[in-house]
T-cell receptor, first 116, second 114 residues
């Protein structure tokens, strides 16, 4: 069964500090991995997407890495801001899924709180 | 605003009532997804449309749930005889059929069943 595990479940850091969120997956065959940011009460917003051949992707202060051999990804947030407080969800897509339910496996997310 | 929109944003209903939610996807997107999300969990897949065809339904989608996308544009999700366990955020996402198939999510409809 395809699974996506995220850690930590929750994290509190001070404004201005860096942090790294982890995502381990068992999805196979692998197509791509996305990180989403979800503000409280809102829908998820895509931050990055990486395919098998990509091992790093940046979007401003967000940098995602992917190790397809160990099936691990991380999301690094640099110089955190109060607006970074949100849930960060890792989503892994299965190759040739045709776009349906079996194609995407969602992690439960990491709840990040930035304190002033 | 050219993103995915959902209506209503919040719905409070009494147990046993029927509710209907609407999703308007990004206009050129041919794929549309419905998810349910409870507190502290990632979204759970409910159903998926490609154009007007409903191609897949999750086991989570009991016979009290029905979704339509009659003209391949907007979609509705109806829940009949609501139960307290139906209380959740209902998310809609749309995507363009490409190799990456990135889904763009709407703001969600928060359902509370009393």
């Amino acid at each position: 069964k395809n699974q996506v595990e995220q850690s930590p479940q929750s994290l509190i850091i001070l404004e201005g500090k860096n942090c790294t969120l982890q995502c381990n997956y068992t999805v196979s065959p692998f197509s791509n991995l996305r990180w989403y940011k979800q503000d409280t009460g809102r829908g998820p917003v895509s931050l990055t997407i990486m395919t098998f051949s990509e091992n790093t992707k940046s979007n401003g202060r967000y940098t995602a890495t992917l190790d397809a051999d160990t099936k691990q990804s991380s999301l690094h947030i640099t110089a955190s801001q109060l607006s970074d407080s949100a849930s960060y969800i890792c989503v892994v897509s299965e190759l040739n899924s045709g776009g349906g339910a079996d194609g995407l496996t969602f992690g439960k997310g990491t709840h990040l709180i930035i304190q002033p | 605003d050219t993103g995915v929109s959902q209506d209503p944003r919040h719905k409070i209903t009494k147990r046993g009532q029927n509710v209907t939610f609407r999703c308007d996807p990004i206009s050129e997107h041919n794929r549309l997804y419905w998810y349910r999300q409870t507190l502290g969990q990632g979204p759970e897949f409910l159903t998926y449309f490609q154009n007007e065809a409903q191609l897949e339904k999750s086991r989570l989608l009991s016979d009290r749930f029905s979704a339509e996308r009659p003209k391949g544009s907007f979609s509705t999700l109806e829940i009949q005889r609501t139960e307290q366990g139906d209380s959740a955020m209902y998310l809609c996402a749309s995507a363009l059929e490409t190799s990456t198939d990135t889904q763009y999510f709407g703001p969600g409809t928060r359902l509370t069943v009393l």
